[in-house]
Nanobody, 118 residues
Framework: QVHLVESGGGLVQPGGSLRLSCAAS????????MGWYRQAPGKQRTLVAI???????KYADSVQGRFTISADNAERTVYLQMNGLKPEDTAVYYC????????????WGQGTQVTVSS
């Protein structure tokens, strides 16, 4: 079953913008936070940005000031507005949702490719 569906990836030139979206299935009954991670080939998956159900946000230093995460709680959708894109932003971007049960359970999307190149 697909729990998180991402969209919005693509090819963009340096300095360009892109907006990613991630919709959480109703099968996820409760969500503590949603966020975005990215992974470039041969590298570790790292946090890009995260937002909690109360609206608190945090960002990786590398994207601070360029990326903005937001959420529509009613639609169970999180967005990542990416401005001033750089080649080093190239990666597969994964949507994440954390669900608090007896322990925190992580759900992951399938990933969407973002390529920043001239």
């Amino acid at each position: 079953q697909v729990h998180l569906v991402e969209s919005g990836g693509g090819l963009v030139q340096p300095g360009g913008s892109l907006r990613l979206s991630c919709a959480a299935s109703r099968s996820i009954s409760r969500i503590y936070s949603m966020g975005w991670y990215r992974q470039a080939p041969g590298k570790q998956r790292t946090l890009v940005a995260i937002i909690t159900s109360t609206g608190d946000t945090k960002y990786a230093d590398s994207v601070q000031g360029r990326f903005t995460i937001s959420a529509d709680n009613a639609e169970r959708t999180v967005y990542l507005q990416m401005n001033g894109l750089k080649p080093e932003d190239t990666a597969v971007y994964y949507c994440n949702a954390q669900v608090p049960v007896e322990r925190i359970v992580d759900y992951w999307g399938q990933g969407t490719q973002v390529t920043v190149s001239s």
